[in-house]
């Protein structure tokens, strides 16, 4: 297994300078953006999109250093009910697509989108109950709208040899497992999980469970490293579907935290495990988006976790069971 970061905290520093502070960090992978809510600091789609030249140059360094990008990310909603949003969000994932291919990178990262609750409708609509019986219509809506715009996406992802890992997140149609393995059902194997176990956390989904549901199914692409902290007081007044701002720390009843401030060695252990048992052995890139600590600090107090955690070998022999 490899470790590797997300590079949007890195923001102000340009990518040889990031590349060199993480290279001394140990790090394996990085994960740019592209487009989208995460940006494109690092790697402008319009200055390396069919320049073979500066292409070149991004690939040298990564040798330079000794490490690879895990895969290109751009977040956004190709499914808006805004015909404008939707097709820049479109236009960003197929480039992004399109980028990948002709750096042999093997996986995009994005979201799943999420329409509006009708044709009529203006604002995206997050159902989150069948009932009233609108909603279960609207969300059949919502499916026929999704399974229409990835079919065609996750064609185009097959045509250039590239995964699609969709982060299953919330306000994003696809925010949890039977959701995501029902969307790669009614499109193709190119579609499956960025698997962030953060966003399940807070929603009351066994990390591990989750794994096996997606390993079972070979669905899952890419890995986010990253935490989750509830916090019971709040939660037990509120819940969990918090609309709190991030930071208003005291008053959420939920947090994004560093690797190991949310859950244990012992459970980031089992999640190493999990994923090698359902055959993943891919990057963990650390998604830092703690408002409790810098983000260097953040990124270097994750990476230290990691690195105890994470297999750099390949198993043996059973030879004990012989």
């Known amino acids: 297994m490899e470790i590797g970061v997300h590079t949007p905290p890195l923001a102000d520093e340009t990518l040889a300078d990031a590349l060199a502070y993480l290279d001394d960090l140990g790090v394996d992978t990085i994960e ?3 487009g989208g809510h995460p940006g494109e600091d690092h790697l402008p789609r319009a200055e390396y999109l069919d320049d073979e030249d500066a292409q070149a140059e991004v690939r040298d360094l990564l040798d330079d250093h000794d490490m690879r990008i895990s895969a290109l990310a751009t ?3 190709p499914l808006h009910p805004d015909d404008e949003r939707a097709e820049e969000a479109d236009t960003e994932l197929r ?3 399109r980028l990948a291919d002709q750096l042999e990178v093997d996986v995009v990262t994005c979201f799943s989108g999420l329409p509006a609750g009708g044709p009529d409708d203006e604002v995206p609509n997050w159902i989150t109950a069948p009932w009233p019986p ?3 219509d609207a969300l059949e809506y919502q499916w026929e709208q999704a399974v229409d715009y990835w079919s065609d996406l996750a064609a185009f992802a097959d045509d250039h040899g590239v995964d699609v890992a969709i982060e299953m997140h919330p306000n994003m149609l696809v925010y949890e497992p039977h959701g995501m393995a029902r969307l790669r059902e009614e499109t193709n194997e190119r579609v499956g999980a960025n698997f962030d176990p953060s966003h399940l956390y807070w929603q009351g989904i066994s990390v591990t469970d989750a794994i096996r ?8 692409h890419h890995v986010h490293a990253k935490d989750t902290r509830i916090y019971e007081a709040m939660a037990r ?3 969990v579907l918090d609309t709190t701002a991030y930071d208003d720390e005291p008053n959420r009843s939920w947090l994004f935290r560093s690797v190991g401030y949310g859950h244990d060695e012992s459970h980031w ?4 495990s999990t994923l090698r048992m359902v055959g993943y052995d891919g990057a963990l890139s650390i998604e830092h988006e703690d408002s409790l600590t810098s983000s260097r600090e953040g990124l270097e107090k994750a990476i230290e976790l990691l690195e105890r955690v994470v297999f750099e070998t390949q198993p043996g022999e059973a030879y004990w069971a012989e």
């Open 32 to 34: 740019p953006g592209v």
């Open 75 to 77: 977040h956004n909603n």
């Open 95 to 97: 480039e992004a697509i």
């Open 134 to 136: 609108e909603h279960a």
């Open 213 to 220: 549901y997606l390993g079972e199914r070979d669905a899952i």
């Open 237 to 239: 007044e509120k819940g």
């Open 269 to 272: 252990k089992d999640v190493v």
